[in-house]
């Protein structure tokens, strides 16, 4: 009973390099949607997805890149880390308006 | 846009009183959904409880029940018999009944200190 399932939990980069956050859920649901916590803010939502094929921009999108080429999965793909990307990154699906969220990924830029 | 305020970025209580968290949210839209999350320092998210905006019944979950005002885009949450588990941060979050993505706007959390 997996849920929803994000690698890795915690992660540095250096400014500049690119890394892909996963995430992957084994429900079935055809929403899924990444989020990033910074103190202070709440969650801000960064890209989100209705389905196979179709995403579209959040709040914050600027400097982040997804794809859904699959019902199970939805990564996140940063192309040129900065330090204002420094936050935790949770993934949710969702299913009848109730979101499922992963452990989150905590992400340093450096 | 809609937003949601919470004003109060830290609370503590006493093990076994009762506290009351604020959220208030702004919307021109007439049905939507209200959540509060719970966040322990797993980092883990677990919903606490949902409201549906066409509801005028207060939703209750054993300890935790919310008060509701629609008119005022009230939605606060009372926690009571207050345990140390229920130490954590607290997110209210919003979703629109009609746009499209199930998309969540959340507030920026309180934290809920609880005193033994």
């Known amino acids: 009973n997996a849920g929803v399932t994000q690698t890795p939990k915690f992660q540095v980069l250096k400014t500049g390099q690119s890394m892909t956050l996963q995430c992957a859920q084994d429900?079935?649901?055809?929403?899924m949607s990444w989020y990033r916590q910074d103190p202070g803010m709440g969650l801000r939502l960064i890209h989100y997805?209705?389905?196979?094929?179709?995403?579209d921009q959040g709040e914050v999108p600027n400097g982040y890149n997804v794809s859904r080429s699959t019902t199970e999965d939805f990564p996140l793909r940063l192309l040129s880390a900065a330090p204002s990307q420094t936050s935790v990154y949770f993934c949710?699906?969702?299913?009848?308006?109730?979101?499922?969220f992963g452990q989150g990924t905590r992400l340093t830029v450096v | 846009a809609q937003t949601v305020t919470q004003s109060q970025p830290e609370m503590s209580v006493q093990e076994a009183e009762t506290v009351t968290l604020s959220c208030t949210y702004d919307?021109?839209?007439?049905?939507?959904?209200l959540f509060w999350y719970k966040q322990p320092p797993s980092r883990q998210m677990i919903l606490v409880i949902r409201?549906?905006?066409?509801?005028?019944q207060n939703a209750t979950e054993n300890r935790f029940s919310v008060n509701f005002q629609k008119a005022a885009k009230s939605f606060s949450l009372k926690i009571s018999d207050s345990q140390l588990g229920d130490a954590a941060m607290y997110f209210c979050?919003?979703?629109?009944?009609?746009?499209?993505?199930?998309?969540?706007?959340f507030g920026a959390g309180t934290i809920l200190r609880v005193k033994s």
């Open positions: 949710a699906s969702s299913h009848q308006g109730l979101a499922f």
């Open positions: 429900m079935n649901h055809e929403y």
């Open positions: 997805s209705v389905g196979a094929g179709i995403t």
């Open positions: 919307t021109s839209e007439s049905d939507y959904y």
């Open positions: 409201q549906e905006a066409y509801k005028q």
């Open positions: 979050a919003y979703r629109s009944a009609v746009e499209y993505g199930n998309k969540l706007v």
